[in-house]
């Protein structure tokens, strides 16, 4: 069984670009966790789908971040324009129901400069 | 709310060292508590887990004990090895929170041979 997949696996890219980052969750998986680490501090959580629907997005930072799930599949997250601050390595999970064990994807590693 | 604070690496031994890398939480609830292990180029993994009080995850040699009185979950190996050096994320989650995983800020370990 494949787990998380994500992608890209590093973004280098210049303030006030576009990056999307993309996530796949594992087959069966309604529920859909992005979370991200800044600076080698603590991972915290940005968001929860269930299914196509935002469950929770109370960890999202500001709106320059835009998280999507059509079809409640795969998701991507959009930052629009990227900020200095916003590097860091975003993790992407998924869960069959809530509450049970979240399997964590690789990340993507994003520089902003 | 809730939180988890872990021991501040980086922690460095000798194979075969005793390893004891300290987590304590604090919660409203009755959270399950995890340790997540990130190994250099790779994504997170569930190392361990327990779900109640008085419950020991293990697993690749590593121990945890859910203590309620303690409010703690020290994560534990009895002989290091080289393959070991990674860091090492303490976390809870909360069934009235249930969609996201709180972290500590990670202790980084590093094992010399």
């Known amino acids: 069984e494949a787990g998380v997949t994500q992608f890209p696996s590093h973004s280098v890219i210049e303030k006030g670009q576009t990056v999307t980052l993309r996530c796949d969750p594992i087959?069966?998986?309604?529920?859909l966790y992005w979370y991200r680490r800044v600076m080698g501090k603590e991972i915290k959580f940005l968001l929860h789908?269930?299914?196509?629907?935002?469950?929770?997005e109370s960890g999202m930072p500001n709106n320059r971040f835009l998280a999507e799930r059509t079809g409640g599949t795969y998701s991507t997250l959009k930052v629009q324009p990227a900020e200095l601050e916003d590097s860091g390595v975003y993790f992407c999970?998924?869960?069959?129901?809530?509450?049970?064990?979240?399997?964590f994807g690789p990340g993507t590693r994003l520089l902003v400069l | 709310g809730n939180s988890v604070t872990q021991m501040e690496g980086p922690v460095t031994l000798s194979e075969e060292a005793f390893l004891t890398i300290n987590c304590t939480y604090t919660a409203t609830g009755y959270p399950s508590l995890f340790w997540y292990v990130q190994y250099p180029g790779e994504g997170l993994q569930l190392l361990l887990k327990?779900?109640?009080?008085?419950d020991k995850g293990s697993n690749k040699g590593f121990e945890a004990t859910y203590r309620k009185e303690t409010t703690s979950f020290h994560l534990e190996k009895g002989s290091v090895q080289v393959s070991d050096s990674a860091v090492y994320f303490c976390a809870l989650s909360d069934r009235s929170s249930a969609s996201k995983i709180i972290f500590g800020s990670g202790t980084r370990l590093s094992i010399r041979p």
């Open positions: 087959s069966g998986h309604d529920n």
């Open positions: 327990a779900t109640k009080a008085d």
């Open positions: 999970a998924s869960s069959q129901l809530p509450a049970e064990t979240q399997y």
């Open positions: 789908f269930v299914k196509e629907s935002k469950q929770d």
